[in-house]
């Protein structure tokens, strides 16, 4: 017989079936700070997951949660769809001048609602308003969120399968060395465009991540996003680069194409772009693309005015000096230090990894293994979770604020995870 815990019964009897972290992670949470979790019997775990990538400086992130706090004490305006508020106008000011100005990127910002698949759908509408044309071209093992147009650009048959109708207008190309090296890049993708008997529409756009974090850690090369920025400029498509996952820092630069000396037509940002784990959403993109007729696309929860001011804070305390991307590359060489000698030793069997930044995977030739890591990672005080197609990577998301220390010793906890399942 099984037994539920009286604990967990209530998510057991009450809440749908289609939870899932839960599953992985079978505690119930109190409280957390930095890069710490505390279940209610008082249990501390090591957090390498940082909410999906939505708490890139921690959980309770102190200087955020004065600032939030001191907000709602003097009765800000917490609801107020997409009316000026003194917040939004902080938010926007900040962003401009800290973020874009900087990096000379001219967009224009757009809040499209309070989540990833938000800003994803935006960006696809504004793309075929702006062209006309309804195809996008979106890559192999890509996921781009859970509503209906996101999950046409998505890759996985799973998620896909949940939509209950025919997902269309979307076309897959090959991602970056998915078919291991042996075709040029974009041979495919450009005879079919520049063929009129190949049965594809003109697109009015290509979506991309730079590093497909769902997907298993799939890094692009920065020359592999060069040439497809030049393939859509000279097709006539617009290029989407969806940072919701990757951007806000988790590679490094603020945002992760700018290692590529790219400059995309549209951006989306969501998680981390709050910086305190609150729903808000950006899609960014080119001033002449900016088309749409007032109240084209609204939605009620556009002016999360607390989110603007955790937002606020964070950009000025994390991105004015420059230091963050610095540290985050830092961390991210001794994690790569660690990945090497973790996929040497004999309990890995032949483990490989990539990453950059303080985004990385393992992947393990038996595809059940990377799941038992981490459960038996969770016993040991560490959440990790799992990544790609097949659950078959094993994805390091720590908080960028994450201290050497801490760092060290989750990946000492990761590899002993690793040789108690070999």
């Known amino acids: 017989m099984t037994i539920t815990p009286p604990a967990l019964s209530v998510f057991e ?20 700070r930095g890069s710490r979790l505390y279940d209610e019997d008082d249990h501390t775990y090591l957090d390498f997951f940082a909410g999906a990538g939505a708490l890139n400086y921690g959980h309770n992130n102190p200087v955020l949660k004065r600032a939030l706090l001191d907000y709602l004490e003097r009765d800000g305006i917490t609801h107020g769809l997409d009316m000026g508020t003194t917040a939004k106008r902080a938010f926007l000011e900040t962003f401009q001048n800290v973020i874009l100005r900087p990096r000379d990127l001219p967009y224009k910002v757009m809040f499209p609602g309070p989540t990833g698949t938000n800003a994803v759908e935006s960006a696809l509408k504004l793309a075929r308003k702006v062209k006309g044309r309804e195809s996008i071209v979106s890559f192999t093992n890509a996921f781009h969120g859970m509503s209906l147009g996101s999950l046409a650009v998505t890759g996985n048959a799973f998620k896909r399968a949940g939509a209950g109708v025919p997902l269309v207008h979307g076309t897959p190309m090959p991602f970056d060395n998915y078919l291991d090296g042996q075709v040029p890049d974009f041979l495919w993708f450009e005879r079919l465009l520049q063929d009129s008997g190949s049965g594809l529409n003109h697109p009015a756009a290509v979506i991309v991540e730079t590093i497909q974090g769902e997907g298993g850690i799939n890094v692009a090369r920065l020359e592999w996003l060069r040439a497809l920025a030049d393939v859509c400029r000279r097709h006539d498509m617009l290029l989407i680069v969806d940072d919701i996952q990757m951007g806000c820092g988790r590679t490094g630069p603020f945002f992760s194409f700018e290692e590529a000396g ?12 709050s910086g305190y784990g609150l729903p808000m959403a950006l899609t960014l993109f080119k001033p002449e693309l900016d088309i749409w007729e007032p109240g084209e696309h609204n939605g009620t929860f556009r002016g999360n005015n607390p989110a603007f001011v955790t937002a606020t804070a964070a950009l000025d305390t994390y991105w004015a000096d420059g230091q963050t ?31 950059r930044g303080l985004a990385w995977g393992v992947e393990f030739p038996d595809r059940a293994r990377a799941t038992a890591i981490c459960r038996r990672a969770f016993e040991l005080g560490l959440i990790v979770e799992t990544s790609g197609p097949d659950s078959e990577v094993v994805k390091l998301l720590p908080a960028l604020t994450i201290t050497p220390d801490e760092l060290e010793e989750g990946l000492r906890t990761l590899a002993r995870a690793v040789r108690e399942t070999a």
Do not use: H
């Open 325 to 355: 991307e610095k540290q985050t590359l830092a961390r991210g060489e001794q994690i790569e230090s660690a990945l090497v000698a973790l996929c040497a030793e004999p309990s890995a069997e032949g483990a490989t990894y990539r990453g």
């Open 262 to 273: 790219i400059t995309p037509d549209i951006v989306t940002l969501s998680k981390s772009i």
């Open 13 to 32: 009897t009450l809440e749908s079936e289609v939870r899932s972290y839960c599953r992985g992670w079978p505690a119930v949470f109190d409280r957390a």
